[in-house]
């Protein structure tokens, strides 16, 4: 079975009695399989290189908290909740297969147990019929209302139905899910756009929030996918699936770093509680095995 980062590292620290070129290029293999993605690995070799000249160090085994202290300044957090008495729409973007439909379900079961939140699931992927039927039934075993419209609809439409929703309970939050293939289809690019400037015009100000939905074991791809997303409408906010930060979680890293992107939750299994807010310093230290 192939070694995780955490473990490649400690092997990596064990095997080499001093800090040498053979240390550094390994140091950077092992970054890039974990997922850093090699530019950033680089960009993070050269300032360990500075830090070991810095401060004359020669002993691979004080390295591992130098290591960690980059890493975090990379690594980007964030949290926020839905605003009480306002009326909040949060989009949950990213291409289809990432887990968009069932962390719809688990951000608004969060929200709903820890912070007394009234939730709307929005059925916006309106190009799917099993997106749709997927999220009614979330929502039927969840006890919360859906907005939904017939596969092949406006998902635009469905999108202000649910701003109307919001606006006759007087506050709440909704939680669109959208459809999937923005990479390769112009069309959603403009769907989504428009679905943007709806979303924007019912909610109040500043309760307007865009997340990215990425599978975490895809690496450098799910980067990939945030910079398209970033550039069509803009992301607030990062939720990982398929969480294992000890394994392939570099991404966190990467996104940090080259898009300014924090992540919000991370899910880690299929149940509506396996969910979590994102911790950067508990992710660096779990990525390190510290």
């Not at 973007?93 to 009234?118: C, D, F, M, P, Q």
């Not at 997340?211 to 398209?228: F, H, P, S």
Request: hydrophobic residues 40%.
């Amino acid at each position: 079975m192939k070694k995780n980062f955490a473990e490649t590292l400690k092997s990596l620290f064990r095997i080499h009695q001093r800090i040498d070129e053979h240390f550094f290029e390994e140091l950077t293999d092992s970054l890039i399989e974990g997922d850093v993605g090699q530019a950033l690995a680089l960009h993070i070799e050269d300032e360990l290189r500075k830090l070991v000249k810095d401060e004359k160090l020669k002993d691979p085994s004080e390295l591992p908290f130098l290591l960690s202290q980059i890493l975090e300044k990379h690594v980007q957090e964030t949290f926020f909740v839905p605003m009480p008495d306002k009326r909040n729409i949060w989009l949950l973007l990213g291409v289809n297969g990432v887990g968009k439909t069932t962390s719809a379900a688990k951000i608004a079961n969060y929200y709903r147990e820890k912070h007394n939140t009234n939730v709307l699931l929005v059925a916006g992927d309106t190009f799917r019929a099993a997106a749709i039927n997927q999220l009614k039934h979330h929502a039927e075993k969840l006890g919360m209302r859906i907005i939904a419209n017939q596969q092949g609809g406006d998902a635009a439409a469905v999108v202000f139905d649910a701003g109307e929703a919001l606006k006759s309970a007087g506050s709440g939050l909704a939680l669109v899910d959208t459809a999937g293939r923005l990479h390769n289809r112009e069309d959603l690019v403009r769907e989504l756009q428009k679905i943007d400037r709806i979303a924007r015009s019912k909610a109040d100000d500043a309760c307007y929030k865009k997340l990215i939905v990425l599978d975490a074991t895809t690496g450098q791809n799910a980067l990939r996918q945030a910079e398209v997303f970033k550039e069509a409408v803009g992301i607030d906010a990062v939720v990982l699936t398929k969480y294992d930060s000890s394994a392939r979680g570099g991404i966190a890293i990467s996104i940090g770093k080259e898009l300014h992107v924090p992540v919000l939750f991370v899910c880690t299994g299929e149940t509506y509680t396996d969910i979590a807010p994102f911790n950067s310093k508990e992710y660096v230290k779990t990525f390190l095995d510290l």
